[in-house]
């Protein structure tokens, strides 16, 4: 649990940085030595201490810095927030399962109390504390979605469940791995993954989807994904493209290990009760190869991983630049020592 | 599975048929809240074998103190409705689920037709909550036998008022399907629960007036119906199960200490799907989930309530 909020940034000059106690908690998601999409999805359980998954929701060191990032994102772009109308009740559901989630988990951070609907949320790294009457919207200075969802690390979707699918009916997005909220909001399920290669022929995205259609109140479940970005940037938006897809002309032999990151998704969702909609929460891990590299294991099994990666993924992740180059640099710290299945770091 | 350990706080006889059950969280706090249209399936334990049924929850999504669900006396059933009637008593412990929604309100509707047959009145208890609150435009048409089955006509009559068209078999009101759906304002969803016939009327009228198939909505739970005894094999677990007739295939593999999945156990949800991997005679199937394709392909079964005839039946289990 991080007490001490690092002041970094994920724009310009790139401050941020990983401390060594957030490198080993880094969730790596690569358990063997290939990579295939499969639906990788486990119950949201409390997992060990001080790991991403000890709490519901997981505050870091970056947790200020992040949040400033968010402001910055949205004052730029309004449009990364977005909610229909009939997302309402799932807006409120969202505030409880987030306030009283994180007021349990971090009461040193934290708190909410609640006196029948009128309720008083403290947020002391951000210096924020309102009272409001819960299920009133006039109660608070934004929407209710808007205003708990720049308080929180990560991105979330809020899905709304008709038509045996899934529509992605609200959402604030400003930490994306290029995709736009502006595009996908009021599409489904199939709609928004149409351009994911290969999953579909494997009917991943069909079981994926008839799973979350029975996910359960109290029950969440979560899953890794992961891309590689060009220096610590959370904002690596279409909307600003030309502010980092030219940053990929940069990486060189020499700076390779200090610019490209392992961005890492820690994606969960949840049921939500009065709504019946669902919370896609997308929070953001980034890494770059040197620090990985500290952990030989980590070293190695990114190799093999890399180096055996299907050229329509390499492709998709929008890698193609910088592959060949970030296999060779890898391939100095793998002696083919077998490795076994896990992704721990030592 | 995750469960909730609830106690039975009171329980009325609202009709000579249906007994309202009101349950508490055993340890005294707040029940999960929920959205109208949910269920539960409630577990009891009958001489030893676990029963698992489902049933709505009436309440107001908003009261997380208690929740209510409304039990119709089966006498044909395999004996979970008689022994909630006959035995399970104030004070007692039960074990229900989280609540689960497959039947919930389209929150994008213009307007919403409630349709329920006797007993099938209850999912729409919490959904006219849900209606209310959101003030939304809805009419509920209400079908019992005669006035003394009429289980919550009055009490619905004050929530409700104009919104609510009660029709009695024994005063000769009929509900008039035809009438009621081919006059509609676009942007209108049909909802309907009660006995089959009921519902396939419904459903067939509302398609034949080019109803969008999507503005049409019906829960349905069957009980698991009683059959011929029949053989199964686990592959995985590498067991071999006797189903009697009045067990599920869902239950024999639980008796038999196989963990499966399972949510609605009415055959609606499709969680509790299994893989064929051969079969040398027919399966019954008795579900809502599987399409007709599905069911003719012999290569998916819901144990929930489907059977078979034959003398193999491997499942990937």
Known sequence: MASNFKKETFREDYTYSNSDAAIKRFPFPFPEDQYMYSVNIEPHTKGKQGSVCEFTFDIDEHYVAECLDKKITLEQDPGRYQALPHMMDAQWDFVELTMEALAQDYPEHFSLKKQGLIWTWENKPLGIKDTFTFGDTSTLAAEPFDYIGRQLQGDFVLLDHRDETLYADAGIVTSQADWSLAFNVGMSWREWHGP????????VMDRALKYLLNLQIGSPVRRLNWTMTVNPRLDTSPENYPHW?????????????????????LQTLFRLPRSNAIVFSIRCYLINLKDIATYPRWAKRLHRVQKTMHPDLIEYKGMTKFHPMMVDWLAKFDDGETLAIGTQPE | MSMINVKVAAIEQVTPLVKHFTFVKEDGSSLPAFSGGSHV?????????????????MGSPMENEAYHISVR?????????VFMHENVTVGMPLKITYPVNLFSLAKKGRKHILIAGGIGITPFMSQIADLKRMGANYELHYAFRSPEHGAFAAQLKESCGDHLHCYIDSNATRLDLQALLSDQPLGTHVY?????PMVVATLETARNLGWPENHIHSEQFLSPPIGEPFKIQLARSNIEIQVSAEMSMLEAIEAA?????????????????????????ALLHNDHFLTDSEKASCKKVMPCVSRAKGERLVLDL
Do not use: K, M, W
């Open chain 2, 192 to 196: 309907v629960c009660g006995p089959s």
């Open chain 2, 73 to 81: 006396r089966q006498e044909n059933s395999r004996g979970g409705s």
């Open chain 1, 196 to 203: 994911v290669p290969r999953a579909t022929e494997l009917g």
């Open chain 1, 245 to 265: 897809g030219g940053e990929r002309n940069t990486v060189n032999a020499e700076n390779i290990g200090d610019l490209i990151h392992l961005r890492v998704e």
């Open chain 2, 257 to 281: 200490g196989v963990e499966a999945d399972f949510l609605c156990r009415g055959g609606v949800c499709g969680r509790c799907e299994l893989d064929v991997l051969e079969t040398d005679g």
């Open chain 2, 41 to 57: 399936v409630v577990s009891i334990d009958i001489a030893g074998r676990v029963h698992r049924n489902p049933y709505s929850l």
